[in-house]
């Protein structure tokens, strides 16, 4: 199967401060890469999506980088807030493969008030 | 809500009980997936219904068994479950090559057996 990583499995930042949450992906021929959000006690909720041939997106508060060449994936979170701790994960889908997605195993962001 | 309700939301059972997990998708999608979800793990594929085909996995043990009545609803039914099954189960539906925004999740169903 694929490998999805995380750089680092918790991540604690202050309030106000800006996050960035680091996932490696080891397939080249994954084209589409989606990061979610899951808080406590909920399901993973979508927070935004990034296609190969882009290498950032922007949402409110929210950026994605992808970086191809060292196939990197990187979330920025600007002017964090207590909302926003959860576990984050990223995703990858493969060519060829429908619509299955390959799971991180999360990275745990807590934001100190 | 999410568009995806999964009942219960807590379950404990025996060892020897059997058990359904519902989902339930409002949102039009034509597939609908199990995840397992445990501790420091990523989340694991069960089960996927695609275009109301049903893709197993062939790793997942048959004391879950999954069932699709129609592309609204899904079911997973549990018999004779291990303590190693405790875990979130998700469910999740998509709408096959569109091509954007992944999976919808539920709340999950958390279930502890003893």
Redesign the interface.
Known sequence: GES?GLHL?TLSVQEGDNSIINCAYSNSASD?F?W?KQES??????II?IRSNMDKRQGQRVTVLLNKTVKHLSLQIAATQPGDSAVY?C?E?LKNT?????????TSLTVIP | ETGVTQTPRHLVMGMTNKKSLKCEQHLGHNAMYWYKQSAKKPLELMFVYSLEERVENNSVPSRFSPECPNSSHLFLHLHTLQPEDSALYLCASSQLYRGDYGYTFGSGTRLTVV
């Open positions: 999805v499995p589409y989606i979610y006690g909920k399901g993973p909720q979508f999506d994960f995703a889908s429908g619509n299955q997605f390959y799971f991180g195993t999360g």
